[in-house]
C-alpha cells in the first residue's frame, strides 16, 4: 500500500521560510519521480516542482522558480520542498505526488502522470 505523507506546513509571515517533508512508502522510492502540488482555497491543483529518479534534475512552476527549492534523500524515502520568500498567494495545501509512470515536465504542469498522492499539509503565509 503506497503511502505519502507531507509536514512541516504551518502559518508564516510573509518573506519567511518553511521545509516541507514528504515521507513516502510502499513503492521503490529511488525508481520514482517525484512532484509537489498545491491547491489555494477556490483554485485548481497545481503542480509546482517535480524532481526526476537517478540524476535528480529539477523542474519548478515560472511562479515559485528561485525561491523555492525540491530536493530528494532517497536513504530515508523523503522528498523536500524548501521555500522561502514566501508570499500570501503561495498559501495553500501542499501534497507530495508520484506514479509508477509520472515523470517531470520542464514547462506546463511541471509534472505528468503523477497519479499517486497523499494526504497534505496546510501552509498559510500572511501578509
Known amino acids: 500500500d503506497v503511502q505519502l505523507q507531507a509536514s512541516g506546513g504551518g502559518l508564516v509571515q510573509a518573506g519567511g521560510s518553511l521545509r516541507l517533508s514528504c515521507a513516502v512508502s510502499g513503492i521503490t522510492f529511488d525508481d520514482y519521480a517525484m512532484s509537489w502540488i498545491r491547491q489555494a482555497p477556490g483554485k485548481e491543483r497545481e503542480g509546482i516542482s517535480c524532481i526526476t529518479f537517478g540524476d535528480g534534475t529539477t523542474y519548478y512552476l515560472a511562479s515559485v522558480k528561485g525561491r523555492f527549492t525540491i530536493s530528494r534523500e532517497d536513504a530515508e524515502n523523503t522528498v523536500f520542498l524548501q521555500m522561502s520568500s514566501l508570499k500570501p498567494e503561495d498559501t495553500a495545501v501542499y501534497s507530495c505526488?508520484?506514479?509508477?509512470?509520472?515523470?517531470?515536465?520542464?514547462?506546463?504542469?511541471?509534472?505528468?502522470?503523477?497519479?499517486?498522492w497523499g494526504k497534505g499539509t496546510l501552509v498559510t503565509v500572511s501578509s
Open positions: 505526488a508520484t506514479g509508477p509512470a509520472g515523470y517531470c515536465l520542464g514547462y506546463g504542469s511541471i509534472a505528468r502522470d503523477m497519479d499517486i
